[in-house]
């Protein structure tokens, strides 16, 4: 087996393949558990596969793959604006509050799901690149307003910190904070907060 060729077969697809996709490949049961066992293979969740590439590693590209539809969001996001200077313990995602549990029960990588209705789970959805992978993120107002809506269950101090962040940040768009802030059902505590700032 040429590791080398198997290399540039897993970069191909981004660095992760699926079962089928590496059967597609000619990489059999055998050939993978040679790969796992040299360590240049690591089984992800069932039925994937990622190359372990320590030089460019990036767990991005694995939290894209494994959850297509997730959205980055809270202190991921507020890492993300440079709204707070702690690395998240784990990736926190919005995903549809209809999509299975069972799919985030998994040892690598931490994720912590957010689970929103779907009728506002794109709202406030923008595009951003993180370790040169393009990834689907909340802009700064809906990152905003979901601190708001999560506050209770926040550290108080990222949350201060976020919204004091916020507050300073030129690139603030007000008017679009308090449009997302209706149907987020948090009008009034948008206007307390961050209200008297302005």
């Known amino acids: 087996m040429d590791i080398e060729h198997c290399k540039e077969i897993f970069e191909h697809y981004g660095g992760m393949m699926r079962t089928k996709e590496l059967e597609q490949e ?5 050939n993978i558990q040679q790969l796992i066992e040299s360590g240049h293979v690591k089984k992800v969740r069932y039925g994937y596969y990622q190359w372990v590439n320590p030089d460019g590693f990036s767990e991005v590209s694995t939290v894209s793959r494994l959850f297509p539809d997730g959205i980055f ?13 702690r690395t998240p313990e784990q990736w926190n995602l919005a995903v549809s ?20 209705e ?10 951003g690149n993180m370790d040169g992978h393009e990834i689907r993120i909340y802009d700064k107002e809906r990152l905003i307003c979901d601190c708001l809506r999560y506050r209770n269950k926040m550290n108080k101090e990222i949350f201060n910190k976020a919204i ?16 997302y802030a209706e149907p987020l059902r948090v009008k009034k505590i948008a206007k307390d907060l961050i209200g008297v700032w302005l």
């Open 26 to 30: 000619k990489i059999y049961y055998l």
């Open 73 to 85: 969001c809270m202190e991921t996001a507020l890492r993300y604006y440079g709204y707070s200077d």
């Open 97 to 116: 509050k209809d999509s299975g549990k069972s799919r985030f029960k998994i040892d690598y990588p931490f994720v912590k799901p957010y689970y929103i």
């Open 118 to 127: 779907p009728a506002v789970l794109e709202l406030g959805l923008t595009e």
């Open 164 to 179: 004091q962040n916020y507050i300073r940040d030129s690139d603030k768009r007000i008017s679009k904070l308090m449009e």
